[in-house]
């Protein structure tokens, strides 16, 4: 097993219990502004008072480890439903207001959450009324101080993620407590940690994974979130707040930078002290371009499926001789509490220099997806001695024991740092317009990854018809944004469907 990886801080711990919590409890500071959202800055002492107020619905119906649903807004108290769900030891399942019913149809049915916070009436029907659910719109803040949090076991399930599934019902990913703990620490080794009152940009979904290192991070460190809304223009926030406010710490998907290139020379931002990227392949031309504009952060690429908790290895990008392959940087080393080795998908390891399957083992590894057993042991395999999980992606290690991405084994795609099975876009087309297809995912003059659906020549099927149907099965990100008819699907030699002929003829004909 190789053992290249940041080490810096070795030492240091976190104790068990409540500790990413404590800044609901502190005294110090209580006047700091703690979230910045819809143009409103909340203190520390209000978002305190609120979380406890929120709390104690939950605690009144002596839950304890369990699942807990929030449906998303652009507000604080989708922030505070959150935080009062992890201050009593419960379990956070996020819902996304673009999931149609179905989809939340089929969350129920493996998550069957008991409560739920800010549910629409058209979801309730999902469990036949059989949850509760608490709008904090409709609560008045209770005076009285925060109750202690409760204290975590370290196996105990902090939050579960759905992601997409190759099989058309989506997976749920279980991180535990101890989990959230090895990543926290490792990132303490990783030298990130920000003064108290700086800033920290807030732009991702909250059923992304990311949202939550950029949640629990400024308010650990007692700093300020700047939250970035779900709209339009998002892009443009982005933008705004990272160059009108004191942001020192901002982590970003890469498309988001590529959106950005063209303005790079116009957007000072002299405070900021670190910038992460994650979520998809990092170019290399894209960044070290950002990097010359803003020489006094430090940046870093950063890698890692939801599996493995939020990010597991990490790549501090030099000031020149960027280390990369085909133009994306390197994902570089495994971060303090993580292990690796390159093996087949067996989990045979190959031989020093080999191309082959990353698989990740460790303390930040889940301890596997809610309810499918089958699913945990496909992708989880003991490893000499330990356990690892199969990411699925392609990698080979240089010299100086950094890791190189080169691809995907399977259909899985990244787009717009959401990660997309193929696969069960193309599951759900079948299904509900009985109509052969193939999906592939294309990218644009500006470097931004596109979906393309292909189906067989049907007057009945439209553009327009076949995006609204997929609208309610499926959440809006997986939709492809191009629909286009084929009297026939290319074949290889072997005579299955040529995915490299339909980009190729996409691209000649599209872009």
């Not at 787009?415 to 644009?444: F, H, M, Q, T, W």
């Not at 190729?504 to 004909?509: C, L």
Request: charged share 20%; proline share 5%; hydrophobic share 40%.
């Amino acid at each position: 097993m190789l053992n290249y990886k940041y080490e810096k801080m070795s030492g240091f711990t976190l104790s068990n219990g409540s500790y990413f919590m404590d800044f609901l409890t502190a005294q110090e500071g209580r006047e700091t502004p703690a979230i910045w959202v819809n143009d409103v800055y909340y203190s520390y002492a209000d978002l305190q008072a609120r979380v406890a107020s929120a709390a104690s619905l939950i605690h009144n119906q002596g839950f304890h480890q369990e699942k807990i649903a929030v449906y998303l807004k652009d507000d604080i108290d989708t922030y505070v439903a959150i935080l009062a769900i992890w201050s009593t030891g419960n379990i956070y399942v996020p819902i996304h207001p673009s999931y149609p019913v179905y989809r939340v149809e089929q969350i129920y049915d493996v998550a069957r959450f008991v409560a739920a916070f800010h549910l629409p009436p058209s979801w309730e029907m999902a469990s036949n009324g059989s949850v509760l659910n608490w709008n904090l719109g409709e609560t008045p803040i209770l005076p009285g101080e925060m109750p202690k949090v409760r204290e975590y076991g370290t196996d105990e399930i902090c939050y579960c993620l759905f992601t997409s599934g190759s099989t058309g019902v989506p997976k749920g990913v279980q991180i535990s407590y101890a989990n959230l703990k090895a990543f926290i620490e490792s990132s303490y080794a990783l030298d990130l940690q920000i003064a108290p009152g700086e800033g920290c940009l807030q732009m991702f979904e909250l059923t992304f994974d990311l949202s939550i290192v950029s949640t629990l991070w400024p308010l650990m460190h007692h700093g300020t979130l700047y939250h970035v809304g779900n709209s339009s223009s998002k892009y443009t926030e982005v933008y705004r707040l990272l160059e009108e406010f004191q942001i020192e710490f901002a982590v970003l998907v890469p498309s988001v930078l590529n959106m950005l290139r063209p303005y790079f020379e116009e957007i000072q931002l002299p405070n900021l002290k670190i910038i992460g990227l994650c979520g998809e392949a990092a170019l290399t031309d894209v960044m070290m371009e950002a990097k010359s504009c803003w020489p006094q952060a430090r940046f870093f690429n950063f890698y890692g499926p939801t599996e493995c908790t939020i990010y597991c290895t990490a790549y501090q990008i030099p000031p020149e001789n960027c280390l990369d392959e085909n133009g994306i940087i390197s994902i570089g080393r495994p971060m303090h509490h993580v292990q690796f080795v390159i093996a087949d998908e067996e989990g045979r390891v190959l031989e020093p220099g080999s191309k082959g399957l990353l698989w990740i083992g460790g303390q930040q590894v889940m301890p596997g997806y809610l309810g499918n057993e089958g699913l945990t042991t496909a992708v989880i395999r003991e490893i000499q001695g330990q356990r690892f999980y199969n990411t699925g992606d392609i990698v080979r290690l240089d010299d100086l024991g950094e890791l190189l991405y080169l691809g995907r084994a399977d259909q899985q795609v990244k787009i717009n740092g959401y990660r997309i099975e193929i696969s069960e876009i193309e599951y759900n087309v079948k299904n509900a317009l009985e109509s052969p297809c193939a999906v592939i995912a294309v990218r644009d003059h500006k470097g931004i990854d596109r979906l393309v659906l292909f189906m067989l020549q049907n007057a009945q099927h439209t553009e327009s018809v076949v995006q609204s149907t997929l609208m309610e099965k499926i959440p809006r990100y997986m939709v492809p944004e191009r629909v286009l008819m084929l009297d026939e699907f290319p074949l290889n030699s072997n005579g299955k469907l040529d995915r490299k002929a339909l980009k190729q003829q996409y691209e000649s004909h599209h872009l």
